[in-house]
């Protein structure tokens, strides 16, 4: 079982809804993009070692003021002690500003560079990967947990050390000054540091709780936007808003939860170190008063106790921030260490003819691998010939066209282009010679030239403007700022047509040996469709082209129509021929068959 | 065009970065929107909008924000009397024990901090747990608000404003006003509380030295206002560019098909990197303030101490303040100068927050289009007469896509309606279930004004089904029954046998308890849209309008919905749109609509029949299409 599982992790990749296992070796990993920095780091290290001396040597110079010129008299040496806290004083920010400053930039950096190695990777990953991981998923690798390791690396990391050297340096000074008040202190340090880290641990508890509650009323509040025509055509308004409802008070009830305890925890953090005063205050003002201890020690003493509260409470949030930021290591390393599974050969074809030949093509999905949708594919593609591709919903006919440019890769057979198998050649060089149409295109938030010419960024004005032609496009130049409109999500919205007939001219535009079109002219009116079909034509007249379709009326683009059913090619042939010879052909594609088929039975 | 609202300009009133023309040479131009707009107005004060809004989320909370301010003051005035024990500790508790080893005044002393200390704790406590009740109650009641007036809103409005905008409404810009609300009052009351009650104090305790104290106070305001100022500034330039990161980064993942099909990646890798880039130049900029202002206020602070030390300890020596006192100083100006590092993170939390309220005022204000009647009119039962008395309707005044629509559909007949692109085929569906009010005339359902039906009582009547065959999480079951939640299991499983879907729901793994969000995403786009017409017939409306209902359907699934319909739609009004003429075949009747004007009228053989008109032409077209 273990055996299983681990292997077929092996072929699909990390599982998106499994946490990576996380330790201290995952954020050590990382150490690699911190080397870069390694001088910033040490400086850093040393200003903030400085600055917890500094913390110290100030209430330090306040006792001596206190004891020397103030109690016996000495004002001479007042002057000198005054200046010195001055010049303390100012050194202490003049640190916090070097180091901020030197921080800022190598914790930035990090975080850059890693996001954008980040980003390098996700790109190489293949459709095996990216069918199973949401953007949504990536994003937050690449956003939250890059800043927790950002955080961490520039300010926990530091803290925790200097935190540790401020408690036991502070201790020390106490117990040395008069031992009794120290022990107090170091006493009160103690259940502190304990409460702190069980609070963490619960609160983590119920913090996770909240996070889910929340992550459920975002769906709620998603498919109530997404759905909003469905619940008004049936009028369920009401009973959408009341399930929403619900769940706010559900979350509204767990956050109550989570802001009491960290109320109590607040509490006991802030009264602690106030009850440590008053004993303090007890002791030492008896000590003041029979001779054990100087006023100037009293007041250092209290100051300094007051300067420990923060290094001693933070030790549990940097501890639980370590923890995170582990995690978030581990999620990132997790996409570093899968390997890109579809890497391109070294050959290329130096005068691409589009013989395009599906030999024996099987496939199977990574995460079914006994059960084959492909079951051993042969078809070939004389060099400018059509091939319309016709099959049943869910028959696999996506599938055969998107391992031409290699999306995914076949698991038996193979494919070859001008009789050289696609996995031998250069990638970038196999993907410029097929060009496809998808059935839902993919517009990004960019101008309409630069969706346009994805696959060809040096086309001409002319060139683009053919395309526009062939696709029946042209109305982009109607859009506000023309080709540099901004469309897609965050820009002007297009209708379904008008989107397919923009992935098509880019299709056209990339100029390819092998046109792909998958399904693309099914959001088209009637009338459209019809201008669109007459100046494709011309395009497939010498390019070779694969056509999924659902219509006959695509259909009469081809040359010849090859059947999908079963995994494999059943029959090849004419359109009429088919219709005439093949039952399941005419199922597929005569709507009219309905009335002959009830008249026979 | 993105939102109506926007304004055209490409950039803010500074002219253009080399950066911004280099993100605008593949961005391209557009709106800015109403989202952008809302960001860009923060300048570290609430904007008229926001600040209406907050108030009217606070008011009904106003018994407690009273007992709130009364835990906090509590708690400060307890807080800030700590240092003045010590105080009186050291001058009156010390000297009896010096004399005559008397400890009963030190002890007495002691007490009093004692005391201090737990009031502080426990109004402390109160304080966050209060604190934490408006925090939420203000939360849920914005969340309810929101979401029913998005729900209010109509399909017009959600047509424009998409649907990711409506979830960031409800997430992100909720929360953002959660925190403000959390740490906001917290800090800024701490901090005002203590600037003020500090000085007090230190005027009382010794007016020289407390006056020479005081002459940090204009520093600091002078640093903090700067640093508010600037600090709203480098918060929107970085919300822009992480938006920058984020949409690109979520595109090309989610476009990740054609990226590589493409061969895009070089140029993205390009694109991201600015981007990235450009993200860390303006983080570096936020950061920086900080790095100025936290140095800033402990060299004010620090300066200020030894000040103090050096003057303070001059009037110790010269016998005109006690040691007490000077401790006392000092352990105040620890204080004061402790709640100042909160500010710089308040600040963001206030930006966010601040754009937050803005942008949900904007939403809150809009009117929902078609308006619920007043005074709803009863219809219990309908007998599905569609009556369009002289209809007009026009989404851009001046440009009817209606001009003027007299037409009765008679109660049980089956209209096709056919035409082009634009034709006006969806408005006139879209009227008949008031996801539209018209410009002129009325839409009558049994010769009432559907604008005197309640939207619920209408919909009871009224349903469409579009190609957006939406599946909600839950399962199979709970989404056919989603219209009529009392169905029984026996009315679920006819509705689906009478569509044929009754067979590949039962092959599921859990039958109809198939969870449509584990398994059913297999459910092909033919299997969902018969979920979703087997939820219309379910709901047993009057009338049934099909807005190209079946043309996500392949042909054998396209066929199999037709013979359904034949069964289902006898004894109903039903309206079917369709470019494509299949569905066409099985009307009563047939209208052929251009330019919002019904140019053809007729039973489909009779029009074919009469061998010219644009019906029969493209019933030619079409079977020539089948040959």
């Not at chain 1, 042969?378 to 010939?385: I, R, S, T, V, Y």
């Not at chain 2, 300048?43 to 924000?65: C, D, K, N, W, Y």
């Not at chain 2, 308040?346 to 942008?359: G, I, P, R, V």
């Amino acid at each position: 079982m273990t055996m299983a599982t681990s292997s077929s992790r092996a072929l699909t990749g990390p599982d998106p809804d499994v946490q990576p296992p996380a330790g201290v070796h995952s954020l050590w990993r990382l150490r690699g993009y911190l080397y870069p920095y390694r001088w910033q780091l040490l400086f850093m290290l040393l200003a903030a070692l400085a600055g917890v001396g500094l913390s110290l040597a100030i209430p330090l110079v306040t006792a001596a003021i206190i004891d020397g010129p103030v109690t016996d008299g000495e004002i001479g040496m007042l002057p000198a002690l005054a200046a010195l806290a001055l010049a303390l004083g100012v050194l202490e920010a003049v640190l916090i500003f070097a180091r901020r400053w030197v921080q800022n930039k190598a914790v930035l950096g990090l975080e850059t560079t890693l996001r954008g190695d980040l980003y390098a990777r996700l790109q190489q990953l293949p459709m095996s990967f990216h069918t199973r991981w949401q953007s949504g998923q990536l994003l937050s690798r690449a956003t939250t947990d890059l800043s927790l390791i950002r955080r961490f690396s520039g300010f926990g990391m530091l803290f925790l050390l200097t935190n540790i050297v401020q408690l036991v340096v502070t201790c020390v000074i106490l117990l040395l000054m008069y031992w009794p008040l120290g022990l107090v202190v170091a006493a009160v340090s103690v259940p502190i540091i304990w409460l702190s880290m069980r609070f963490e641990k619960s609160y983590v508890v119920v913090s996770r709780q909240v996070q889910d509650e929340q992550g459920d009323l975002a769906t709620r509040a998603e498919e109530a936007a997404v759905a909003i025509r469905v619940i008004k055509s049936f009028g369920r308004s009401e009973h959408v808003s009341a399930q929403y409802e619900r769940a706010a008070e559900q979350l509204r009830a767990t956050s109550m939860r989570k802001v009491r305890m960290s109320a109590t925890f607040w509490t006991f953090l802030e009264g602690i170190p106030n009850l440590a005063v008053v004993v303090v205050l007890a002791l030492g003002a008896w000590g003041v008063g029979t001779d054990r201890l100087t006023p100037g020690q009293l007041v250092a003493f209290i100051t300094l106790m007051l300067s420990l509260v923060w290094p001693v409470s933070s030790l549990g949030v940097i501890l639980a921030m370590a923890q995170e930021s582990m995690t978030a290591s581990a999620r990132i390393l997790e996409i570093f260490d899968t390997e890109p599974a579809i890497v391109g050969g070294t050959r290329t074809i130096e005068r691409p003819r589009g013989h395009l030949r599906f030999e024996g093509v099987r496939f199977a999905f990574p995460d079914e691998p006994g059960e084959d949708v492909l079951k051993g594919v042969d078809l070939e593609l004389a060099p400018g010939e059509t091939v319309a591709l016709v099959g049943a919903t869910g028959a696999g006919k996506t599938l055969l066209t998107a391992l031409v440019p290699r999306l995914w890769d076949v698991t038996g057979g193979r494919v070859t282009l001008d009789g050289v198998d696609v996995r031998d050649l250069d990638l970038t060089h196999l993907r410029t010679l097929v060009a496809t149409a998808f059935e839902d295109p993919t517009l990004f938030s960019m101008s309409a030239r630069e969706n346009l010419t994805l696959g060809r960024a040096d086309a001409t004005e002319a060139e683009i403007e053919e395309a526009l032609e062939v696709a029946q496009a042209q109305f982009v130049h109607d859009l506000p700022w023309g080709l540099d409109t901004r469309i897609g999500e965050q820009g002007m919205s297009l209708s379904g047509g008008q989107r397919q007939r923009l992935a098509l001219a880019r299709a056209v535009l990339a100029r390819p040996s092998v046109i792909v079109l998958d399904d693309t002219l099914s959001a088209l009116d009637v009338h459209t469709e019809t201008l669109v079909e007459a100046a494709l034509r011309r395009v497939l007249a010498d390019t070779t082209g694969l056509i999924v379709a659902h219509r006959a009326s695509t259909v009469l683009l081809a040359d010849r129509v090859a059947l999908l059913q079963d995994g494999v090619i059943t029959h090849v042939g004419d359109h009429r021929e088919l219709l005439a010879t093949v039952p399941a052909y005419r199922d597929l594609l005569a709507a009219e068959d309905e009335r002959a088929e009830e008249m026979s039975a | 065009m993105s939102t109506p609202t926007g304004t055209r300009t490409g950039a803010p009133t500074d002219a253009p970065t080399e950066a911004q023309q280099r993100t605008r040479a593949w961005r391209g131009e557009a709106d800015v929107d109403r989202d952008e707009a809302a960001e860009r107005m923060t300048s570290g004060t609430l904007g008229g909008g926001a600040r209406r809004l907050l108030v009217e989320l606070l008011r009904p909370h106003a018994r407690l924000l009273w007992l709130l301010t009364g835990a906090v003051v509590i708690e400060n005035a307890a807080r800030l009397a700590i240092p003045y024990l010590v105080k009186e500790g050291i001058d009156v508790g010390i000297p009896p024990i010096t004399q005559d080893g008397d400890v009963r005044p030190l002890l007495g002393i002691v007490g009093v901090v004692l005391v201090a200390t737990v009031v502080q704790a426990v109004s402390r406590n109160r304080f966050l747990v209060l604190q934490g009740r408006v925090g939420q109650d203000v939360l849920y009641q914005l969340r309810r608000r929101v979401f029913r007036h998005f729900q209010a809103l109509s399909p017009a409005f959600h047509d424009t404003y998409t649907s990711g905008r409506v979830i960031s409404r409800q997430t992100s810009d909720v929360e953002a006003i959660y925190e403000m609300l959390e740490t906001g009052f917290d800090g800024l009351v701490k901090a005002a509380l203590t600037l003020f009650g500090t000085a007090g104090i230190l005027l009382y305790l010794d007016v020289k030295l407390g006056l020479v104290s005081l002459l940090s106070f204009p520093c600091l305001v002078l640093l903090t206002n700067w640093f508010r100022k600037a600090s709203a500034r480098s918060y929107r330039v970085t919300r822009e560019k992480v938006a920058l990161v984020i949409v690109h980064f979520v595109e090309s993942m989610g476009g990740i098909r054609a990226v590589q099909a493409f061969r895009r990646e070089p140029r993205n890798q390009e694109i991201f990197d600015d981007v990235n880039d450009q993200y860390r130049v303006a983080n570096l900029g936020a950061f920086r303030l900080v790095t100025w202002f936290m140095p800033g206020t402990r060299l004010i602070g620090n300066v200020t101490i030894a000040v103090v030390l050096g003057y303070g300890g001059y009037l110790a020596y010269t016998g005109e303040v006690t040691v007490g006192v000077l401790a006392a100083f000092l352990l105040y100006l620890r204080q004061f100068f402790e709640p100042m590092m909160d500010i710089s993170q308040f600040y963001n939390t206030f930006q966010s927050a601040s754009a937050a309220l803005e942008k949900l005022a904007g939403v809150l204000d809009q009117e929902p289009g078609v308006p619920e009647p007043e005074h709803p009119r009863a219809l219990p039962d309908a007998r599905g007469e569609l009556h369009f008395d002289g209809v007009g309707f026009s989404y851009v005044e001046g440009r009817p896509v209606i001009p003027d629509l007299e037409l009765t559909l008679p109660a049980g007949q089956t209209v096709a309606v056919v035409g082009t692109t634009g034709a006006g085929k969806t408005t006139l569906a879209k009227l008949a279930t008031r996801f539209y009010d018209p410009t002129a005339g009325a839409v009558r359902l049994d010769g009432v004004d559907v604008r005197e039906l309640d939207s619920d009582t209408l919909r009871r009547h009224v349903v469409m089904v579009t190609q957006e065959n939406y599946l909600f999480s839950g399962s199979i079951a709970d989404n056919i029954r989603f219209g009529r939640p009392e169905a029984t299991m026996e009315e679920v499983v006819a509705a689906t046998k009478a569509l044929g879907a009754h067979d590949f729901i039962s092959a599921m793994p859990e039958g109809y308890d198939t969870d449509v969000a584990n398994q059913g995403g297999r459910l092909s786009a033919g299997q969902r849209q018969l979920v979703a017409f087997a939820r219309a017939f379910l709901a047993d409306p009057a009338v049934l309008i099909l807005d190209e209902a079946t043309s996500s359907l392949d042909i054998p699934s396209e066929r199999l919905v037709q013979k359904a319909l034949r069964t289902v739609l006898a004894g109903r009004t039903a309206i079917i749109i369709a470019h494509r003429l299949s569905t066409v075949e099985i009307a009563d009747r047939v209208l052929v609509m251009e330019h919002g004007r019904v140019v053809e009228d007729g039973s489909p053989a009779d029009l074919v029949a009469s061998g010219e008109g644009r019906y029969a032409s493209l019933h030619d077209a079409w079977e020539a299409s089948l040959a």
